[in-house]
């Protein structure tokens, strides 16, 4: 069983930056559809950014140039560095693991029925 841990969330000024972590059980590096989701509030949970095990990676279009994705596999981390952070960045966010390859990974993709993590609290103010 994939165990995801996240860190590294917080509070932070608008412009600031935040860099979250997820720590994994097992080792990542064949995993092949890793991703970091969110939960804003009175919303439906959205992606954020994916990356394969080849390291090809995907954002959404609210964080595309102030987000990005990526993974040491020698420490089984995902991590997610947050720059020229805004308000409506402020949610819970996830990260997620799948390794199976039925469908592409992209922010696209749901990931409902891949491992979770507990969730990290982002908040940002103005």
């Known amino acids: 069983q994939v165990q995801l841990v996240e860190s590294g969330g917080g509070s932070a000024q608008a412009g600031g930056s935040l860099r979250l972590s997820c720590a994994a059980s097992v080792s990542i590096h064949s995993m092949y559809c890793m991703a970091w989701f969110r939960h804003l509030p009175g919303k439906l949970r959205e992606a954020v950014a994916t990356i394969t095990s080849t390291a090809a990676t995907t954002y959404a279009d609210p964080v595309k140039g102030r987000f990005t994705i990526s993974k040491d596999d020698a420490k089984n981390t995902l991590y997610l560095q947050m720059n020229n952070l805004k308000p409506e960045d402020t949610a819970v966010y996830y990260c997620?693991?799948?390794?199976?390859?039925?469908?592409?990974?992209?922010?696209?993709?749901?990931?409902?029925?891949?491992?979770w993590g507990q969730g990290t609290q982002v908040t940002v103010s103005s």
């Open positions: 997620a693991a799948d390794s199976r390859s039925y469908m592409s990974c992209g922010v696209q993709r749901s990931m409902a029925d891949a491992r």
